[in-house]
Structures are given as structure tokens and as C-alpha cells.
């Protein structure tokens, strides 16, 4: 008989799109979150499209950077994009935790979900994937005065600005990519696979499933082993 311990996996599902797994072997409490479909907004989108829901995702980022029990977020990336404002909103929460975050893209991480995939502190991205970077768009009605294009050309220097603080791409020539004419058949902009988004410093490394949790386990039994240091530091002080 062998003492090896035997894996445990708890998954729980819900509107979040969101799944907790607990393994008994690294000891790690790792929370699963999803980002799938459209980034939804202000906006209902209709019933036959997937969308993940920012007003859901808030309060769920919020418990789990707040749980005592979780040690690791890994998210889990095939996005169209979506509501810019929405998509920036959960990109900057991501960002902000202070617990260990990684990220993966499969399928794709196309336009607000670039910003959501090097929003982790870590970012992976399968071969197959690709990511499209383009300028800001609006549906609806547009009012042709100068004022709408200063604002749309503000909204992309908040999408370049939040890339740029959290990956090793640089602001030139995320612009250069992102207005490129001779790439995308009905659009302005650039598909990049798995390969293209590491050279260009967007995503930090190709890898798969086992990449990111080999990655993520790393940060979580780091970031354990400073916490008795923290601890005992913290009782010194009291006594003083």
C-alpha cells in the first residue's frame, strides 16, 4: 500500500460562470473563472448569445481576494470582446488582487480581451489561439462632430495604457498593430496567433492547461511560505 495522497477535486457551478477546484496532492485551493462569449454590459445581450456578466464577476472577484481559504485564481479565456467599459472594469479588478492570478487563452482573446488576458500577473495562451487587436468601435447611433472621435480616441489610449502597464508590449507599436489596414478583410487591425502575441510582449508565454497550473501552484506555495515570516513579524510588533 502506498501513502500517496489521493487527489480531491471539488467543482461548483453557477450564473458566474465560475468553478472552484481543490487538489489534495499540491494542497492549493485554486478558484476557476471563466470568461466566455461577449464581455455584456449595460446592455442585455439576446438569450442565444453566451456572454459573461461584469455585475456578476465583481462581487465574485471581491470574495474570492477576500477568502482565507483561496490561494489562486486561474482564469480561462475564449472571448469575441464586448463592452469596452465592462471589460476594462474587470480587467482593472483582476489586476488590483493581491493574490497570485494567471490567465489562459483558448480560442481566442480578441479586442477588450487582450486587456483581460494580461490582466493576470501571469499570462498564458495555447498555439492555437489567436487575439485581435483593433480601434475602438461604436453600434448605434454616432454623432458626426469632432467631440465623438476625441472620445473614442481616449477610450483606446485607456485600453493601450492598461495593455502596456501589465504586459512587456509596447505603446507604439500596439498602435502600429492595432491600425494596421491589410490584415483583417472588414476591419482595421491585426489577428495575432498563440506565437505572435508572445513576440510582441502581449502575452508572457505559449503554453497549456498544465502550464498555467504548473505556474499558478508556484505563486500560490510562494506566497505561503512568506506568510509565517508576515506573521511572526506582525506578533514582534505588537509587543513592542
Not at 206 to 215: E, H, K, Q, W
Request: proline share 3%; hydrophobic share 40%; charged share 25%.
Amino acid at each position: 500500500m502506498t501513502d500517496k495522497k489521493t487527489e480531491k477535486i471539488i467543482v461548483s457551478k453557477g450564473d458566474t460562470n465560475e468553478s472552484s477546484v481543490e487538489t489534495g496532492d499540491s494542497e492549493h485551493r485554486i478558484h476557476c473563472l471563466s470568461i466566455i462569449g461577449q464581455i455584456e454590459g449595460h446592455s442585455l445581450l439576446g438569450d442565444s448569445q453566451k456572454a459573461t456578466k461584469y455585475e456578476q464577476l465583481l462581487p465574485l472577484l471581491v470574495s474570492i481576494e477576500e477568502s482565507r481559504e483561496i490561494e489562486g485564481l486561474l482564469i480561462l479565456l475564449n472571448t469575441a470582446g464586448g463592452d469596452v467599459e465592462a471589460g476594462l472594469c474587470i480587467a482593472e479588478m483582476i489586476a488590483g488582487m493581491s493574490k497570485p492570478t494567471v490567465s489562459l487563452v483558448l480560442g481566442g482573446g480578441h479586442s477588450i480581451g487582450m486587456p483581460l488576458a494580461v490582466s493576470a500577473k501571469r499570462s498564458f495562451i495555447v498555439p492555437s489561439a489567436t487575439m485581435i487587436i483593433h480601434p475602438v468601435r461604436m453600434s448605434g447611433v454616432v454623432v458626426g462632430a469632432p467631440q465623438t472621435y476625441y472620445y473614442f480616441e481616449r477610450m483606446r489610449e485607456r485600453i493601450l495604457d492598461f495593455i502596456e502597464r501589465n504586459s512587456h508590449a509596447k505603446r507604439d507599436r500596439l498602435c502600429e498593430l492595432m491600425m494596421k489596414p491589410d490584415e483583417l478583410a472588414t476591419d482595421i487591425g491585426t489577428l495575432l496567433d498563440g506565437s505572435g502575441a508572445v513576440a510582441e510582449g502581449i502575452i508572457d508565454e505559449v503554453g497549456n492547461i498544465s502550464s498555467a497550473l504548473t505556474a499558478l501552484h508556484a505563486m500560490a506555495e510562494a506566497d505561503k511560505s512568506k506568510a509565517p515570516a508576515k506573521k511572526r513579524a506582525g506578533k514582534s510588533e505588537a509587543r513592542i
